[in-house]
């Protein structure tokens, strides 16, 4: 068991990292046109960034540690029509260890656990926004039926889009 578990980490960690480097992207002609448009942004070098750390997205009553959909959603408005570009995790390690420009009112949205929410609620709106975004995944609940990892999908759609 111990070693299955030790496989299935390497394989998502190896996952991960092959679609962060576009090498399990194949974006079909259609999935590009629903692509928003790039927008110009000024680079800029601040003194921080903020980093947004989301839970789980749902209805739990008396657990501080999620955040009703609605609200979820009113905030990632908020990003979006103030401006604010969410950085993928290299964008921050570069800006971090390099010092690296970044875009202007930068922030970095974050998801742990991996629950169905992610799935459900929160990848279709950084879709909808063209946010990046980052979600740690816990290899050992993959299993349980209120994580990603109980989701039939095709994983390498959902890496390549996210």
């Not at 299935?8 to 090498?23: E, R």
């Not at 680079?43 to 959909?69: F, T, W």
């Not at 408005?77 to 690296?100: C, E, H, I, R, W």
């Not at 609620?121 to 995944?137: D, H, N, R, S």
Request: aromatic share 12%; charged share 25%; glycine share 6%.
């Amino acid at each position: 068991m111990k070693r299955f578990s030790l496989v299935m980490l390497f394989t998502i960690v190896i996952a991960t990292m092959l679609a962060g480097c576009g090498l399990l992207s194949q974006q079909t002609t259609e999935t590009k046109t629903k692509t928003p448009p790039v927008k110009e942004v000024t680079m800029v070098q601040p003194s921080g960034i903020p980093v947004l750390m989301y839970h789980k997205i749902g209805d739990d009553k008396d657990n501080d540690a999620v955040i009703r959909e609605d609200l979820f959603r009113e905030q990632m408005k908020f990003l979006k029509d103030n401006g604010y570009n969410p950085l993928t995790m290299d964008q921050l390690y570069d800006y971090v260890v390099n010092g690296a420009a970044v875009p202007e009112k930068p922030v970095v949205l974050t998801f742990d656990d991996g629950y169905a929410d992610t799935y459900s609620i929160v990848y279709p709106l950084m879709k909808e926004y063209g946010f990046a975004a980052t979600v740690f995944v816990n290899p050992g609940r993959c299993r349980n039926a209120t994580y990603m990892g109980a989701i039939e999908r095709d994983e390498r759609k959902w890496y390549d889009h996210f």
